[in-house]
């Protein structure tokens, strides 16, 4: 504020400067008298001025006197750079550092509020949560708003949920075209004058305006805006991006960049997208080779399926600048839907379960139209050009099978069909599946299939991949150290001398966690123990003929017990196929840290937070409204309860809404284990 008084007084004095001197020249000029003229003569009569002439002189100098002054002001104006910069308490707050450097004054006024409801800082997702607020908050709320909408900017003292609310009740009018260029406008101010707000601002508005196909909107923003909003190399269209890598035409770059970065965990893997934007093309070119026989184009299908959302949807006039916005902003959207449907296809093929969402909100005649036209010749157009695709490496498999965690079985079912009668190569098969694996939290489970199903052919090969199983088993975040209970194969065991010296081996494995080592020890197992006896012949007769029953029972069944200094292991036969192993370990071993809880987290919530680490920090809506539903608990509720409770620690989100499913930052979650 004192920067504008003291440029305001500046201009004044320089003003009234320029009309003393303007002044001063009249005054010299009336006191002169007429000159006369070097030609003229002594005594000759000489013409009297014209007054209207006199006026326009004078009019004139003062003009230019005024053209001066503000040509100097104006010249003056643009050497001044303003800066202010912060002080301490002993210094003058009145002082003003003049620089080089540059100072954008915001418009609008800022407006100290000393009382402001306070509101506790939650996360705020939408409009709705204003109805958390009491009814105190939402009548400050209202004047909040109305004192904004006319440009006057609040201090809000920290309560941020007030901007934030307001943020998404702009964003909900964004949605009506007549308001586009205003709500941006506002969205900007909010920005400017809550900064907390700004990367949010900024996002969603760049959001809005992709939805809207309002490109040249958002590369404005960003270049308007650099210092709040960073882009990432993910926002580049599509086409420009990978025109070299995929050899495009400018026609398919052209149809590609009608797409952005899907923002997905399966396209996160550029194989995948690479794949996906192949097939995007691939379909457009039999879409269009279907519909040519109709005398039309995918093109103008999309055109007439977008105008009926205009007219029958939002009411438009044909031809009317709403019409012609609301057209082309539905054409891009029926191309990102197909873009979708394409990528679902290729999940599919490649054995990913998650599927995207492809549900359209479209009045019934488009919806039909688009169902008939298009959709229903892509259950036919798939099953064509999938088989073209190039097949996923092994980087893009191992990717694959941690973003979904069961998608070992597949593979399985096909290594048990091809080689389940060599054991051999059965045996090879798994270990190439496991490396697959190798980040899947789930690998234990493909051993512990593979050992069960391979049992009855191959003693050692079934015992060695229980060994894997439980070595991987051992590494998970399910084992707290203190408690674990196994099954395994009774026929991997003939006598209860073999079980014990498993028994053995799986303690050694236990401490020092030597894979290696156990695998070279597994052959041990089986191995014939010679022992010099001497038996009493007659003994064993008498006690057979007494007890014959009970030795034919205990023959059948295998049981035993080991303990040493660290673990306790007991073996209990359960039934006719399987033997119990529970492991109790006596102490934590050296190096070993007990979990802490620094955020307070409840007993659900940290269960919640080990499921998502064990399905590769992915759940679907259905997993976890299981979950939630098993402790007695809303889905949402749950979510949000953790997500508050991390807030302070992350000022940001621990879980997401990701179409159908729910991820959890890994980045935090680590952040948390460190903790």
Known sequence: MEVLIIITVFILILTVAAKRKSGKRQSET??????????????????????????????????????????????????????????????????????????KIPAGKVVNTPQVPYWPH????????????????????????????????????????????????????????????????????????????????????????????????????RQQYQQFYQPSEYEYRLGSKYKTKLNLTNEQEALANKLWYPGNNFCAIEFCLLQAIKLYLSVINELNTILSSQNCSLQKEFEAIAGLVATKQFRYRPGSDNYRYTVQSTVEELHRLLFKHAENALRDYYGHKRKLNTDVTYPAEAAAELQAKIISQLHNIFPVLLPSLSSPDELTEVELNVQNTGRWKLAFEKIKAEYGTNSQRFFEAIQHLGTLNKRNPSIENIFFEASKFIAKADRQGALTLYVYYLYYDLRSSTFDNKQLTKTIQKSLFNTNEELHEFERLISDLIQDKNLEKALSAVPTVFARKRKKIKLDTAAITEVHQKHGATVNLLGTILADEYEDANTAIKTQQVNKEEVEIEIMQKAIPVGTVAQSNPLSLTSVQMELLDMFSKHSFTLSDEELEAFARSKSLFKNSLVESVNEACMEQFDDLLIEQEDDNLIMNQQYYQTLRAV
């Open 122 to 221: 939650v996360y705020v997702y939408s409009f709705q949560d204003i109805n958390r607020a009491s009814a105190e908050q939402k009548a400050f709320y209202q004047e909040y708003k109305q004192r904004f909408l006319k440009g006057e900017y609040l201090d809000l003292q920290g309560n941020t949920n007030y901007a934030f609310i307001l943020l998404f009740d702009l964003l909900n009018e964004y949605d009506k075209p007549v308001f586009l260029i205003d709500v941006e406008k506002k969205l900007q101010a909010l920005a400017e004058h809550y900064p907390r707000t700004a990367s949010y601002c900024l996002t969603f508005l760049v959001q809005k305006m992709q939805g809207k196909g309002d490109y040249d909107g958002i590369a404005r923003i």
């Open 30 to 103: 009336k006191q002169q008298p007429p000159s006369l003229e070097k030609n003229d003569e002594p005594g000759a009569t000489q013409p009297t001025t014209n007054m209207s002439e006199r006026s326009r002189t004078k009019d004139t100098t003062m003009d230019d006197d005024k053209q001066k002054a503000k040509e100097l002001t104006e010249a003056l104006l643009k050497t001044i750079k303003v800066q202010i910069s912060p002080v301490s308490s002993a210094n003058d707050d009145s002082i003003i550092d003049v620089s080089k450097e540059e100072y």
